[in-house]
């Protein structure tokens, strides 16, 4: 239906529009039209297309299409958190934080998707037209958005394990974090986070793969590998191992693998996920068996010695 756009309101702490992003759909609704109705509650407050109605108003019109849904409360926040998330230029940060926020309201609609979802996905009975259904939040989310439910996932702990202090040095700053970047600060101890956020925040770093995390050797705090490595060369120390320093080696090698494996959870990777055959699976399935059958014979070589020891 044709509603008059003065009559349109906007509810308070919605979020600003871009102008850009207005002037460009303004241009594309001149030349081919209002392709999607925006759409409002019964009495005429904006659920979704924000950026639509300010190109129509751009454009000098009086009246726009409207769908007219009767949702309230938490639906008409779930819906303009699924509209905010086509904005293409959502930083990492602000995406996250959204997406803590849907899935707290989509579970809060639908207690049932806390366990893995109603496998009949009913739709919402309070609401006239459908916005949503009770699969589990991952399913639902990577639906809407249009992506595998492991980038989700992906996503969703990295806003979780994020400090609020890292965020908030972020966003008070004009750097730019990439996805990538933010899922490296994300699995950093706290006061990590919070110095790496402070690096990329005032330019000391650019990226996340420049940052140096602080080495702990023998009791001794280094701020980098390479310092720890030059004490190590330096001719006047005892450079034998310590069980500090062997802890402190293995404990590199843990942080460097959980570092580098995190690279095949990535889009580039499981994008080839479904191109594997059968016999390439089980032959990395046994390669991978090495791993943990290699660090089980190091720790009962550590046992055994800790055993003759205390005899």
């Known amino acids: 239906m044709l509603v008059p756009i003065s009559e349109i309101k906007i509810a308070s702490g919605r979020r ?19 392709l999607n109705p925006i759409t409002i509650t019964a009495d005429n407050t904006l659920i979704a297309g924000r950026h639509r109605l ?21 639906q008409a926040e779930l819906a303009e ?18 997406l803590l926020r849907r899935k707290e309201i989509y579970e809060e609609l639908h207690p049932e998707a806390k366990h893995g979802g109603d496998r009949k996905s009913e ?22 958005l249009g992506v595998n439910p492991s980038t989700v996932h ?18 008070g700053s004009n750097a730019g974090i990439t996805k990538t970047d933010a899922l490296k600060l994300s699995r950093l101890a706290p006061d990590q986070q919070e110095q790496a956020a402070t690096q990329l925040a005032t330019g000391e770093i650019h990226s996340m793969n ?38 402190a080696d293995m404990d590199g090698l843990i942080d460097r693998f959980h570092r580098d494996f995190s690279w095949y959870d990535m889009d580039q990777c499981t994008v080839v996920f479904p191109n594997i055959n059968r016999e390439q699976f089980d032959y990395i399935t046994k390669r991978f068996a090495t791993i943990p059958s290699a660090i089980e014979e190091m720790l009962q070589k550590i046992e055994r010695s800790l055993d003759n020891e205390e005899k």
């Open 210 to 247: 420049e940052y140096q995390k602080p080495y702990s050797i023998g009791g001794k705090q280094f701020s980098s590998l390479e310092e720890s490595i030059a004490d190590l060369k330096n001719p006047n120390k005892d450079a034998s191992y310590t069980p500090g320093t062997l802890l």
């Open 16 to 34: 600003n529009t871009e102008p850009d992003g207005v002037k460009d759909l303004a241009k594309s609704i001149s030349e081919v039209g209002l």
């Open 154 to 171: 992906r996503e969703l702990q990295t806003a979780k394990n994020l400090t609020p202090e890292a965020k908030e040095i972020i966003r």
């Open 81 to 98: 958190i699924d509209e905010n998330f086509v904005r293409v230029n959502l930083s990492p940060i602000e995406f996250g934080d959204l």
């Open 123 to 144: 739709e919402i009975k309070t609401a006239k037209c459908k916005l949503d259904s009770a699969k589990s939040f991952v399913k639902d989310t990577a639906e809407k």
């Open 54 to 74: 300010e190109a129509a108003k751009l454009l000098g019109w009086t009246e726009i299409e409207c769908t007219v849904c009767d949702v309230s409360g938490l």
